[in-house]
């Protein structure tokens, strides 16, 4: 599972980086994956908004229901 979830984050990343920002995979343990946002969203008010109902809903939905995605500062 986690290669699928490596895989996934890294094309989502090209939308993030298409703003400006940027995503660093930090761990992956199961289903509970840490991110650190960079650059725009590294900042952004929105950066929640766009792990949990971005990131956080396209892995659910097409991977597994139980992830759960958050942020590392």
Known sequence: ?????????????????????DMEVVSIAGTDVKVKLQGACGCCPHATMTLKQGIE??????IDEKIVVEQVR
Not at 6 to 13: H, Q
Request: charged content about 45%; hydrophobic content about 35%.
């Open 1 to 21: 599972m986690e290669d699928k979830i490596r895989s996934k984050l890294e094309e989502l990343r090209g939308f993030l980086q298409a703003d400006g920002g």
């Open 57 to 62: 809903r396209v892995l659910r939905e097409q």
